[in-house]
């Protein structure tokens, strides 16, 4: 079989007059050979892709013998470039199978963009094989289609292998670049160093990043306000400082740059983008104060007093470390007098006492204050300094007891009148000619008296030791001292006098009355005291009295000072004993005590009185008593105010209204006539007489009446309350019992309680008068009248 060559006619792209590579490689193999007399002219300048018939030759091997030759597909690579203006369909690329010259072949594709969407993006014809596109290409959509090409015989049964069919789309300058984000902001310090980066500024394009297509350049276009000041790298947009030192915050605080980033090397579609840069503040200006010199004034002994406060000004940004102020005293202050520190606004000095001055040592002082910031200077800096001079004010300090506090010790028995200390002050302004007068405080005894103009103290009255306001054997007065200014000075000082103690009080017995029983008595242990120190106290010496030897006896030893016991059975009863202690300086008198013999056996002491231990309180059965009737009496008081709050408003029913009314009077009136004279008060103060044949109720609450009528208080009042007493009270008696209270007028013990002397003839009454007194006591009054005239 002899071999053979076919010739196709194909369509390809060069960019600028230059064939795409792959199509170049498949040329110089010798496997096209490019036709340029039905090729478009080359545009040398022009980077829009052009088209070229190629024809393609399939040469055939050297024929050595009989070969079979496996059938394959005919399809050449296809890309197509985006944003193609048509007509469409366009024609792409023509299929062929080997086997179509021996029968008729069926073809179709399948894949994105055939039946996948994009559906319809590509179609092939039937039965040529030729694949058209439908409309333009987007590469920023879809850098390349991936089809499946099928071919069938039509009248056979014979399919060709599927192969695979790419389609590139080839990129065109369509997209220009843009700004990440806009405005960039960047800072750079006023004092940074030349070319120190700033911010990036970055750009993008969507175009084929392998091309000079999304290849972007940027570059300066304008700097505001001042101009050179910054330049931009035009391969990565880094925006950097021209030179050190041209930077101001003080004078230009933020810069505006214009940015423009092009493509296709900076010769392409371009963008501007928008870049602010801030210039933050360095410690380029000292801080300066607003004088040079100042003049203050501070009163003596004031610790803590504010002396001065100075000022300062910085040009650096405020209330920053770089404008903080920090001053320091360098001259003046070399005993540490003052203290200065910083102000709330922190740009105010402000000088304080750190102890209070003394005007007689010195009254002047002159400082220098030196001011810096926080931070160090960023360039070298000349400081500022200011002079202070503070002149120190002479105030009327107090008088000075040197020592403070002096202690002394004085006997107790110390003759009235006697000197016992000479206590003075000093006044320490020695330029100022003054008397110091003194006089005491706190003397509660007044045992003391003080010279007024020597501070010498004397003995007023006798001391005492024992008395109940002396500590620890101490007495404690204060002594004051005052000088004559115009507005007096005080000091004080402390006088502790130590009372030595003085044997001045005998032993006594500290019970007045014990208990003890009749039958098998135990001794009683009696305690003794004595006021006085240890030396004039014990061991004490206690003898009884001769006369009540007989029946009793007193025995000493370690664990009691004293033990009293009777000789014999004594009658039950009371005895007064007589006793005579002495202490160790043999001071001494005599002590009583009264001893009860109760009717009991042993140390169990019982009597009638109560239950006696030794040495344990017991109250009196006067005190339980008195306890008792106190809540009684408590109890009462608040029953009487309970029942006396319901009863007022059972009277307020009956008042009389203030309205006159012809049909009631209400006179009020007591008594029986011409013998109701003479009455005993007392006898109707007295409780209800109850009367009953029913059985009482066993266990009855206290019941208060009212004895008497409070002052001023109607009688008629009391009687109307102790019968809301007795009405309100059910638990007395049962309700149908009956209650006679005492009365008044013929028959009765109390007799007649008229004071109004009713059987006085009232014939010399003016009753006329009556009239001006009122609506209650007109009617009254017709009511005499008419009676007269009748």
Known sequence: MKGYTCVLSLVIFTIQGEIIPEYLEAIQQGQFILDKRNSSPLWQNSTTPETHKVLMRVFPKPY??????????????????????????????????????????????????????????????????????????????????????????EDQDYIETPVELTIKVIDQNDNKPFCTQNPFMGEVLERAKQDVSIVQVTAEDLDDPKTFNAMVRYKLVRQEPNGGVFHIDPTNGVISL????????????????????????GHGHSSTCMVNIKVTDSNDHAPKFSKRTYASTVQENKAEEIVARLDVTDRDEPLTANSVAKFTIIQGNEEGFFNISTGPSRMEGIITTSKGLDFEQANHFSLLVVVENEVPFAVPLS????TVTITVQDVNEP????????????????????????????DPDTAREQKIRYKLLHDFANWLEITEDTGLIRVRSSLDREALFIRD??????????????????????????????????PVLEQSRVQICSTEPKPICLTITDPDGPENGPPFITELHKDYQSNWTIISNSSCEVWLRPLRRLALGEYSLLLHVYDAKMLSQNSSIIVEVCDCKGDDVTCSSGVYAPNIFILPVYVLAAILCFLVLLLLMLLFLHLKRKCGRKWEQFSQKEEDRGNIFCYNEEGCGEQDQVYDMMLLCRGPDISSTDIAPTALHTVFYWQHPEEKEDIGNLIYENL?????????????????FAREGEGSEAGSLSSLQSSISDGDLDFQDLQKWGPKFRRLADMYAVGEDE
């Open 64 to 153: 050595n013998g009989m070969i079979r030759r496996k059938r394959d597909w005919l399809i050449p690579p296809v890309s197509i470039p985006e944003n193609d203006k048509g007509p469409f369909p366009k024609e792409v690329v023509k299929m062929k199978s080997t086997a179509a010259d021996s029968m008729k072949m069926i073809y179709k594709i399948t894949g994105a963009g055939a039946d996948q969407p994009p559906e319809g993006l590509f179609k092939v014809q039937k039965y040529s094989g030729m694949l058209w596109v439908t409309k333009s290409l987007d590469r920023e959509e879809t850098e390349e289609y991936v089809l499946t090409t099928h071919a069938s015989a």
């Open 473 to 506: 054997e101490q007495y404690t007065v204060l002594v004051v001292a005052y000088d004559n200014d115009i507005e007096p000075a005080t000091g004080t000082g402390t006088l502790v006098i130590k009372l030595v103690d003085v044997n001045d009080n005998a």
């Open 383 to 386: 400081t500022s300094t200011a």
């Open 724 to 740: 809301c007493t007795a009405d309100d009270d059910h638990c007395v008696v049962p309700y149908d019992s009956m209650l006679v």
């Open 242 to 265: 021209v030179s050190m030192g041209i930077l101001d915050r003080e004078t230009h605080t933020v810069y505006t740059l214009v940015v423009e980033a092009a493509d296709m090397d």
């Open 399 to 426: 008088p000075v007891f040197e020592p403070a506090e002096i202690q002394i010790m004085v006997q107790e028995n110390v003759v009235v009148g006697s000197t016992i200390q000479n206590y003075t002050a000093k």
